[in-house]
């Protein structure tokens, strides 16, 4: 095979490579893209670039954040991340290539192409790692700018080695001495890359000690602790901690580079196309153990819930029952947005109570999403103190665009129109919140406008106006006093019903049909289940009209089966009933 042939098969490598990644994160997980987008809020603001510029690795964190905030659109932050990943590969081969040259001259002669294949393990490490969702983007820059670096300092090498010959490594060393500090501070402890991967020997040493000196001095000057400044301050999500994959791809690379340098550069097919199949096959079946099939499905639900996709939630429930607290929380979160919680809630599981509302978690997700479901309650106060406290868990201590947006809304509906337009000028200075921020700029101060907004009318109207605390043990009656106040508030009603039949509280749930019927009429699948349920106990027979003839039949079909035998599985049947449920807890 010539020379050429393994050159232009690269390139189609490459560009299939590129389109897999584009694929894989904008039609498999996209919800994921968008979730990376709201634990930042990056803006455009001069003291916000010389805070990031503050820190070790600053500058590869403002560029990665940057991009980050495109990923707001699912296709744009899926194209970023194929040129990414394209680009180390590319430079991972270039670096393996121009590190077997002698002469300036001679890297424009022939190359090892029979090795290119392995210029992708890199690229497809990385893919592996950032299964892992607090694996940041500015790990990614960090390695690019790294990569970028070695390959300008080798090409600058062989010129000046070309043009000094003896004196060219003390010239060499001369440029690392002031390059490897501003590196550092640039692109983090990544720089350690660029100094192990100079020639000769020796200068790599002095590089590669002359580097870690730097950040073990750092350390104990920054406020941070020394394992995070060593394993990168904004390398990952979660602080002193750096999955093993992460460290081990710049090892990797250093052993990449160092096998084409002592490779014969005769072009085998056989060996490019077993590394080929070899690589393949290997990423086929390794990368998708990096996705956590149960913890992306949450984060799925979350960017469903985030996006008012309420049909979208139901569907995906339908396909695959829900089972984990907040897939069931979102399940019926979606259903009660639809009116539908009364009618379908025990075609899926249920979790008792906490399925509606969960307990409070110091979790950004499980935060965010429990304050979504008082926000469409109309507990405003308590959706923004959740709002706050999903903030305070980012672990790296960011601050988050989504949250904020929800806290310029609560203060918005609460009348505090001097904290709203706080947190709206923050907004103002993004990309994808700007045209939002404006918008509700011109609303404040006008209630006219906000009473007439569908949202932030809607929900100052179900709003209490009085401010209290309450216990965890007390949720259905504060669902109870939103109904009270406003009985258009189909949300609260449908949480109210349901919370005693999850609890399997029959006498609660009578004395609220109670409250109800006098203000509404509300009579759904589940509330005429457990009504017949009710009027079984008590062997009574309901009064008529109260409850379908259907829905008796079945109650009278269900209670000779479970008399004769209660572990029968012609049970089954009514496995999405509120019987099975109250009888099997299942």
Request: net charge positive; proline share 4%.
């Amino acid at each position: 095979m010539k020379v050429d042939r393994f050159k232009y098969g690269g390139w189609v490598l490459t560009l299939v490579f590129g389109i897999a990644v584009f694929l894989f994160w904008r039609y498999r997980y996209p919800f994921a893209l968008t979730y990376q987008e709201q634990l930042q809020l990056f803006l455009f603001d001069g003291d916000y670039f010389c805070e990031r510029l503050s820190e070790p690795g600053g500058f590869a964190r403002y560029i990665a954040e940057f991009l980050v905030q495109f990923y707001n659109g699912v296709t744009f932050g899926a194209l970023i991340l194929a040129v990414l990943f394209i680009l180390i590969q590319r430079l991972t081969w270039r670096l393996m290539t121009t590190i077997n040259c002698h002469s300036a001259e001679g890297c424009l002669q022939g190359k090892n192409y029979q090795l290119y294949p392995l210029s992708f393990l890199p690229a497809l490490m990385l893919w592996y790692a950032m299964g892992d969702e607090s694996v940041m983007l500015t790990y990614v820059v960090a390695l690019l700018m790294a990569l970028a670096v070695a390959l300008l300092l080798r090409r600058l090498e062989l010129v000046v080695l070309d043009k000094l010959e003896k004196l060219g490594n003390l010239v060499i060393l001369g440029i690392l001495l002031f390059l490897i500090p501003l590196l550092y501070w640039l692109i983090g402890p990544m720089v350690l890359l660029v100094a192990a991967l100079m020639l000769p020997l020796t200068v790599a040493a002095a590089a590669v000690i002359y580097a870690l000196a730097l950040i073990l001095l750092s350390a104990h000057y920054l406020p941070f602790p020394m394992s995070r400044v060593v394993l990168g301050i904004s390398y990952y999500r979660i602080p002193e901690v750096l999955p093993y994959v992460l460290m081990a791809i710049p090892v990797v690379i250093i052993l990449l580079v160092w096998l084409c340098r002592n490779v014969a550069e005769k072009q085998k097919k056989w060996v490019y196309v077993a590394e080929l199949v070899v690589l393949t096959v290997a990423a086929v079946l390794i990368i998708p153990r990096g996705y956590d099939a149960k913890k992306y499905e949450l984060i799925e639900y979350d960017y469903l819930v985030r996006t008012n996709q309420w049909n979208a939630i139901i569907a995906k429930a339908e396909k695959q029952m829900p089972d984990l607290p907040m897939s069931v929380s979102a399940t019926n979160l979606a259903l009660g947005m639809t009116n539908q919680l009364g009618e379908r809630a025990f075609d899926f599981y249920q979790r008792g109570s906490e399925g509606l509302l969960p307990k409070f978690e110091r979790n950004f997700a499980t935060a965010q999403l429990t304050g979504e479901i008082y926000f469409h309650l109309g507990l405003v106060n308590t959706a923004q103190r959740f709002a706050f406290e999903a903030m305070e868990a980012i672990p790296n201590y960011n601050k988050s665009a989504r949250v904020v947006k929800r806290l310029a809304e609560t203060n918005m509906i609460n009348g505090q129109y001097k904290v709203a337009e706080k947190y709206l000028k923050m907004l103002e200075k993004t990309v994808f919140y700007r045209p939002w921020a404006k918008r509700m700029m011109t609303m404040l101060g006008d209630e006219k406008a906000i009473n007439g907004h569908p949202l932030n009318g809607q929900l100052r109207r179900y709003r209490l106006q009085e401010d209290f605390l309450f216990s965890e043990t007390e949720l259905d009656k504060i669902c109870g006093q939103l109904f009270v106040h406003n009985p258009q508030n189909q949300m609260a009603m449908q949480y109210l019903m349901l919370m005693p039949l999850l609890d399997k509280d029959i006498p609660r749930f009578m004395s609220y049909v109670q409250v109800v019927q006098e203000r509404a009429q509300y009579r759904p699948r589940s509330c005429q289940e457990a009504l017949a349920f009710a009027f079984m106990q008590q062997r009574q027979q309901p009064p008529r009209g109260l409850i379908s003839d259907m829905i008796l039949q079945q109650m009278n079909e269900f209670s000779r089966i479970y008399s004769n035998n209660k572990n029968s599985p012609e049970l089954a049947r009514f496995k999405n009933t509120v019987w099975y449920y109250l009888t099997n807890g299942k």
